[in-house]
């Protein structure tokens, strides 16, 4: 069964990519999310990873073109047992446009790391009181003139 991939939105704005340069040939047999093709847009270089498993039936273009947002960029042939391959399914991995495509993802996450001992309510839980000395004054002040007679006027 032949499925053809477009050329996916790859930032907010971009209407067209240039083709740098294909990871892969026409007849090549490609994994999920293995790199497909290398495009530059208005804003960055781009590695496009393969959405499906199967074997490339046709490549839409050449290094140097142009292709727009939503043509066609890849034909697959997906059919498994033409090519002799049980069929598998395969789960697709969410990947960053641009990051690649790395297998070690799981390996690289960590857990969320917790303090030992128990947990504690934060200060502003507290159900203690506070109460406010007064300040004392110090002598001189440090308030500008304007404020020194505003003050004066109002009794403080």
Do not use: C
Request: net charge negative; glycine share 10%.
């Amino acid at each position: 069964m032949a499925q053809v991939f477009n050329l996916p939105d790859l930032g907010e704005g971009l209407e067209e990519a240039e083709i740098v340069e294909w990871k892969v040939a026409q007849g090549d047999q490609v994994e999920l999310n293995q790199p497909l093709v290398e495009v530059n847009t208005a804003k960055a270089l781009v590695e496009i990873p393969s959405p499906v498993a199967g074997k490339i039936a046709t490549l839409h273009g050449a290094a140097g073109d142009v292709i727009e947002v939503g043509q066609p960029l890849v034909t697959f042939d997906t059919d498994d047992e033409a090519a002799g391959e049980p069929h598998t399914a395969q789960k697709r991995e969410a990947v960053l446009v641009g990051y690649g495509v790395g297998g070690e993802t799981q390996a690289k996450r960590r857990r969320r790391l917790r303090p030992p001992g128990p947990r504690k309510a934060p200060a502003a839980a507290a159900t203690t009181e506070t109460t406010i000395a007064p300040v004392e004054p110090s002598g001189g002040s440090r308030a500008a003139p304007p404020v020194r007679r505003l003050a004066r006027e109002m009794g403080v």
